[in-house]
C-alpha cells in the first residue's frame, strides 16, 4: 500500500491513513473468512462460531503487527519529526526487514538449518526490495 499511495505530493499523514485504513480492512476481512473457514464440523466434532472467531482473530494477529513498524514511521513523517519522504522510504525500508524476518521465522519453524533461513529471509525480503523498485520506477 505505501508503494501505490506514496506518490509525489502525497503527504505522510495522507500515506499513514490510508496505509492503516486498509490494513485494517484487510484485517478485518482475514478474520471474516477465517472464521467462516473454521466454523462447522472439524474432526468429528463442531466447533462453533465464537471458537472460530477467536482462532481466526489470533491467527490474524500478525498482520496487525507486521503493519505497526512501518505505520509508526509513517507517523514520524506526519508529525514532522521525520522528513516525509524520509518516512515513506523508511517504511518501505522497515517493511523489507519485517518481511526478512518472518521469512527466517518461516523457515525455522520447519526446523531448516540457518544458511536455509538466510536464503528464506532473503527470498521474503526479495518481495519487498521488487516492490521499492516498482515505487522508484512507477513514481
Not at 464440523?41 to 471458537?51: A, I, K, S, T, Y
Amino acid at each position: 500500500m505505501i508503494v501505490v499511495a506514496g506518490g509525489s505530493g502525497t503527504s505522510a499523514w495522507q500515506l499513514f491513513w490510508q496505509v492503516a485504513a486498509t490494513v485494517v480492512v484487510f484485517w478485518a476481512a482475514h478474520v471474516y473468512a477465517g472464521t467462516v473457514a473454521r466454523h462447522g464440523l472439524e474432526h468429528d466434532r463442531v466447533r462453533g462460531l465464537g471458537e472460530a472467531f477467536q482462532l481466526s482473530l489470533r491467527r490474524s494477529l500478525g498482520l496487525l503487527a507486521s503493519s505497526a513498524i512501518p505505520l509508526v514511521i509513517l507517523l514520524l513523517g506526519a508529525t514532522d519529526v521525520v522528513e516525509d519522504s524520509r518516512a515513506l522510504w523508511a517504511a518501505l525500508w522497515a517493511g523489507v526487514m519485517v518481511l526478512a524476518v518472518l521469512g527466517w521465522i518461516a523457515f525455522a519453524r520447519r526446523g531448516a538449518a540457518w544458511p536455509i533461513r538466510v536464503v528464506g529471509a532473503i527470498g521474503t525480503a526479495a518481495f519487498g526490495l521488487v516492490m521499492m523498485l516498482l515505487k522508484a520506477l512507477i513514481h
